[in-house]
């Protein structure tokens, strides 16, 4: 009996070994598996971003768009008024109302609130949080004393330069790009 007995003991102390080496092997793999598992949900989370910073720089580019489109569509030089009213604010008043040391846009009190007051709604994605929005400011003139047409030497009419800001926002109201263009067009007197 004392044999069976140490036979027993045997076999019991070896299927213990056998677990620890299997333990020892499987907790590397464990963490090789959380590993790739977080490796995973991160590039998800990347690739989700990227496509929201897509959106909104699409969102950013319509409005740019329409905004020289209704410039464009425009008989007469579009009267600039400080309120913005209109369509077109005056320059230099935007920059007033914010700080000194940034231009309007980048300020953070110029936030989605701000923007939904003062610009012009452009909806080209159903999906985006809010829709985007452009500001045009008349930025400067070129008189006919400055401009005089290239190998014609012919007076040119008044060129009007205009700034234009547009704000795209993606599905989440977080994700936001900024485009600006200069928009130049002549008007007769």
Known sequence: ?????????????????????????????????????????????????????????????????????????????????????????????????????????????????WWAAHGTAVVSDASAAVPARYIIEQYRFVTEQESIGVRTGQVQPVLAIHRITALGVGRRATTRIRLQSTFLRPYEK
């Open 1 to 113: 009996m004392t044999v069976l007995r140490r036979g027993y003991l045997a076999d019991e102390r070896a299927s213990g070994a056998v677990m620890h080496v299997c333990l020892l092997l499987l907790i590397p793999l464990l963490v090789l598996g959380a590993t790739s598992m977080e490796s995973a949900v991160l590039g998800e989370r990347m690739a989700a971003n990227f496509e929201d910073r897509g959106r909104a720089f699409s969102a950013a580019e319509a409005a740019l768009e329409r905004a020289e489109a209704w410039l464009r569509s425009q008989e007469y030089l579009p009267i600039a008024t400080n309120t913005g009213e209109g369509r077109v604010w005056m320059h230099g008043v935007l920059d007033a109302k914010f700080s000194v040391t940034a231009p309007w846009w980048r300020d953070p009190d110029a936030n989605l609130s």
